[in-house]
Structure formats: structure tokens, C-alpha cells
């Protein structure tokens, strides 16, 4: 029989690509999982944007920007920045798209190899479509 893993102990040491990190949903989840599993190995997150910069500023912006990291941030202090930079890479690219739109090769060679787990909250937010 097999045995039972909580949710904190299976993200232990994993590689995680998230999508939809700017929506409600993904916030919420890049949030806890920092909050509740500082030993995730890497999170990469997936911003739609045209490039690197834009979606690192977008991430900045909407995401860890918002009062959702209060908690982290005071539980952090000084450190905050460094724990994100250390377990956070943003990626720039677009689910709708082949390879989920990651332009860079070295980027998407990465991913690929180190990847453990995908989780999806990427939606669409057009109530009117087909």
C-alpha cells in the first residue's frame, strides 16, 4: 500500500513551474508555497510578456509587490529579496503558445531538465468565449 505524503513534504527539494502567477489563484499559491515550504528548490514562473525584463517587472508589479507577501516579507525582514531571488526565476513567455512562448533555448533547455512538477492556474478572464 502506498504511503500518504503531505503536500509541504512532497514540494521538499522540488522544481516547480508555475503559470498564472499574476491571477488570484497563482498569487495565492507562489505565496503559500514560499510562506509554508522555503525548502522548494526553485519556482520557476511563468509571466506573459513579450521579453525578460518586462515579466520580471510584471512580477515585481503584481505579484510579490502586493500586500498577499506582507506575512512573508515581516516573517523575512532584510532577507526577503535574497529568498526570492534565490527561489523565484521568472520566465517570459505565454501558455496559449508552443513551449509555452519561451524564446530563450538556454531558459527552456533549463527548465526542462530540472522540472519536477507543473502547476496550471493560467485561465481566461473573457467571459464570452466560444
Known amino acids: 500500500m502506498a504511503s500518504v505524503v ?6 521538499r527539494g522540488k522544481t516547480t513551474l508555475v503559470t498564472g502567477v499574476t491571477g488570484f489563484i497563482g498569487k495565492v499559491f ?3 508555497i514560499l510562506r509554508v515550504q ?3 528548490k526553485k519556482l520557476y514562473v511563468l509571466i506573459r510578456a513579450p521579453n525578460s525584463y518586462l515579466a520580471k517587472q510584471r512580477f515585481h508589479n503584481e505579484v510579490i509587490g502586493k500586500d498577499l507577501f ?3 516579507r515581516d516573517k523575512l525582514g532584510a532577507e526577503f529579496g535574497s529568498f526570492i531571488s534565490k527561489k523565484v526565476i521568472v520566465v517570459a513567455g505565454d501558455v496559449s503558445l ?4 519561451i524564446k530563450d533555448e538556454n531558459m527552456k533547455n533549463q527548465i526542462m531538465e530540472e522540472l ?3 502547476v496550471r492556474t493560467a485561465a481566461s478572464t473573457t467571459f464570452n468565449e466560444r
Open 6 to 11: 503531505s503536500a509541504h513534504d512532497f514540494l
Open 30 to 32: 507562489v505565496e503559500k
Open 38 to 40: 522555503p525548502d522548494i
Open 70 to 72: 506582507k506575512v512573508l
Open 98 to 101: 508552443d513551449n509555452f512562448g
Open 116 to 118: 519536477d512538477i507543473i
